[in-house]
């Protein structure tokens, strides 16, 4: 899965994705940082990260590239929001949607404040209505929220800004759906929800051993 952003590194003798720093110099979160061929890349921790989780059990095809479009849902303090912004590089932009105002202020401190192509939304994803900074129709939403409805905030979301054919990842939390279904059930679950809302579901990725109980869910917005 190279794409002009993403490589994989062999660190010490185990394989690392790491992504071509847009900050060279700067670590976000205590990431290695390592030169290769005059370039600086940061190793990609799937114990961290949800989305770098997917690509080491299998994400079909990464939809984030350079100059994609993205609205991220639950940006928390931008672990992974820094990661999409070294993949989308300064010709993307990436809508770091995050309620928490303690959280948002790492995101703005670590992340935004150094990276251009990163702008805050300091906005509960329940009303997309509100998010007067982001503009225009958008490529790929990531959604990584921990919501009883977060499938429902989701495709709310979609409506609102994701344009046809475009492509959503769908973290689901499956104990914040239900603590009581089994686990795979409750994905399945959400991608039947995900179908009858205009989605064509392409892959189902289970996150372990990267994280317990997730999964994330590959679709395709065809309204």
């Not at 639950?74 to 999409?84: K, W």
């Not at 998010?131 to 990531?142: L, N, Q, T, W």
Request: with cysteine.
């Amino acid at each position: 899965m190279e794409n002009d952003g993403i490589k994989w590194i062999y660190v010490a003798g185990e394989k690392h994705a790491a992504t071509l720093n847009l900050v060279p110099g700067n670590s976000v979160y205590g990431e290695k940082l390592v030169k290769q061929d005059g370039d600086e890349y940061r190793l990609w921790d799937p114990y961290r990260s949800k989305l770098a989780g997917a690509m080491r059990k299998g994400l079909k095809g990464m939809p984030i590239k350079h100059g994609t479009k993205v609205l991220y849902l639950g940006a928390s303090t931008g672990t992974t929001v820094s990661h999409v912004s070294d993949i989308v590089g300064n010709a993307g932009i990436v809508f770091a949607v995050e309620p928490a105002t303690r959280v948002a202020r790492e995101l703005i401190e670590n992340v935004a404040s150094k990276r251009k192509n990163v702008v805050p939304v300091l906005e509960d994803a329940r009303r997309p209505q509100s998010y007067f900074s982001v503009f225009g129709k958008v490529d790929v939403v990531y959604c990584d929220i921990a919501q009883p409805d977060q499938t429902e905030i989701a495709i709310t979301n979609c409506q609102a800004y994701l344009k046809p054919g475009g492509v959503m990842l769908l973290v689901v939390k499956t104990r914040s759906i239900d603590v009581t279904m089994d686990p795979k059930a409750v994905v399945v679950q959400e991608a039947k929800k995900l179908e009858k809302a205009g989605f064509a579901v392409e892959q189902i990725i289970n996150l372990e051993p990267f994280d317990k109980d997730h999964g994330m869910i590959y679709c395709v917005f065809k309204p």
